[in-house]
């Protein structure tokens, strides 16, 4: 796996969610150092360690692995993943209404 894939990965979904390096690092309680060097691809963050990125930044592994696993179906919930993350609770309702809607008259 490519370190440097993934640390930019990390870096784009933490500055998405308008955390700085310090705030992430606090909040996964590592050193910011440490989150540095995974975010530039010096060094791979652990499992454990992942997973808590993954937590606070409030994401999908699929979206920080989405460079190893480029597959439409993977690419759809990407979508609509980053999709949801830019609505507001009214739209968020509105879609997920919309959507019950065409479910329902599709299966009739």
């Known amino acids: 796996m490519e370190k440097k894939l993934l640390g930019a990965q990390i870096k784009r979904a933490r500055k998405?969610?308008?955390m700085t390096a310090e705030s992430l690092a606090e909040a996964c309680n590592m050193d910011t150092t440490y989150l540095r060097q995974i975010e530039s691809g010096h060094k791979m963050p652990s499992l454990q360690m992942f997973i808590i990125l993954c937590r606070e930044l409030k994401v999908s592994p699929?979206?920080?692995?989405?460079?190893?696993?480029?597959?439409?179906e993977y690419e759809e919930?990407?979508?609509?993943?980053?999709?949801?993350r830019t609505l507001t609770p009214d739209q968020r309702a509105l879609i997920k209404a919309l959507s019950e809607t065409v479910a329902n008259?599709?299966?009739k």
């Open 16 to 18: 998405q969610c308008g």
């Open 62 to 72: 699929a979206v920080l692995l989405a460079d190893y696993l480029p597959t439409p």
């Open 77 to 84: 919930r990407d979508y609509l993943h980053e999709l949801d």
């Open 105 to 107: 008259r599709m299966d």
